[in-house]
């Protein structure tokens, strides 16, 4: 299959002609979104969501998050809307957070992985909208990478996964945020966040009050045990490079590796102490470190790193994202130092 690429920017009309072509027809079309790219069908047709099981490579039993244009999108995909998830809905949407209520009939069971819950977002990217409004129907769209792999969060990196896969590519330019969304279940008693993201924890509770956040954000899964997130249980983000993180200083990471070969990937103006590193943002900024933590990861690949040793960010706002994601992309593997 030939992949094309299209850059909205450049080519709006066509963009968003091809999209819905496409997409109605039943194919599968990497979009750009604020958070990551996605991998975009109709969410409603059984056979077009399995079609990005198979460009991903994905497990059958994770489940897609669908994308819906408006928040009057969201009541048919439901079989009802908690107040709470509308309050939410109000504050945060359009934006980075996914709310997971009960489905309605209409979604496939392919799309929710078998569960008889639904994950839906609004996208913040007006190209993202329009996209999905031209389309017609909400979209079904996990991370446009190979399952395993890092998010990719530009066209370039969807590529590089995508090539041959699938038809088309609509080239946004790079994502603002860089980390997916926050998802939060409304299911549970207590709302529980299964997936930190651009919208925080404390933010959540600033909106709604009492909030849980679920154990596997923070803790690889024992054998045996189930997620409530089923794609917390997966490999993910995984560079090829074997990933260390060092929990402590700056100098005691200095001390620790010193006299070792490996790639550091540390944050801006602490490369100048090693000799082979990539940065990932600005220390103590955490939107800045979600912005570069894939795109780094893909660097060190780029750069052919076989050992890495990583700095540790900040454990709240973004920063409990960025560490959720860190600690998955290292295969906790984590050295306090
Ligand atoms: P991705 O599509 O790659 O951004 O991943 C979506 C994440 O949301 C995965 O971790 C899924 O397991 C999770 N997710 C999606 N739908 C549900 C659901 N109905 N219940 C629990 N987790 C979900
Ligand atoms: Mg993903």
């Given amino acids: 299959m030939q992949t094309e690429v299209i850059n909205i920017a450049k080519d709006y009309d066509r963009a968003l002609s091809e999209s819905a072509r496409l997409i109605k027809d039943g194919q599968v079309v990497a979009i750009p979104t604020e958070t990551v790219y996605g991998l975009a069908a109709n969410a409603l047709d059984e056979n077009a969501v399995k079609k990005i099981y198979i460009a991903k490579g994905r497990p059958s039993d994770n489940p897609l998050i669908v994308h819906v244009s408006d928040i009057s999108e969201l009541s048919p995909l439901v079989s009802e809307i908690p107040l709470k998830a509308k309050i939410m809905a109000e504050r945060f949407w359009p934006g980075p957070l996914t709310m997971i209520m009960k489905k309605s009939g209409i979604i496939p069971s392919v799309t929710s992985g ?20 031209a389309c017609g129907v909400p979209l079904a769209a996990p991370s446009a990478n190979l399952s395993g792999s890092p998010s990719p969060t530009n066209a370039k990196y969807v590529f590089d996964d995508m090539n041959g896969r699938i038809p088309l590519i609509i080239d946004g330019g790079k994502s603002k945020i860089g980390v997916e969304s926050t998802v939060i279940t409304f299911t549970t008693d207590i709302p529980t966040v299964l997936r930190p993201g651009g919208v925080t924890v404390e933010e959540i509770r600033n909106t709604i009050g009492e909030v849980n956040v679920d154990d596997a954000v923070l803790h690889e899964l024992k054998n045996g045990e189930t997620a409530a997130s089923p794609g917390m249980k997966y490999k993910h983000y995984a560079p090829r490079a074997d990933i260390t993180i060092l929990k402590g200083s700056l100098e005691q990471f200095i001390e620790y590796t010193s006299g070792k070969d490996f790639f550091a990937l540390v944050f801006e103006g602490e490369e100048k102490y090693f000799e082979k590193a990539v940065t990932y943002g600005k220390p103590l900024d955490a939107v800045s470190e979600a912005n570069r933590l894939f795109d780094a990861l893909r660097e060190l ?19 409990l994202a960025v560490y959720n994601r860190l600690i998955r992309s290292a295969g906790f593997n984590i050295i306090e130092l």
């Fill in 114 to 133: 078998g569960l008889d819950t639904v994950a839906v977002r609004m996208p913040e990217s007006e190209y993202a909208r329009a996209i999905i409004k």
């Fill in 301 to 319: 690949d780029e750069k052919g790193a076989k050992t890495v040793f990583a700095r540790c960010p900040e454990l709240s706002g973004v920063g």
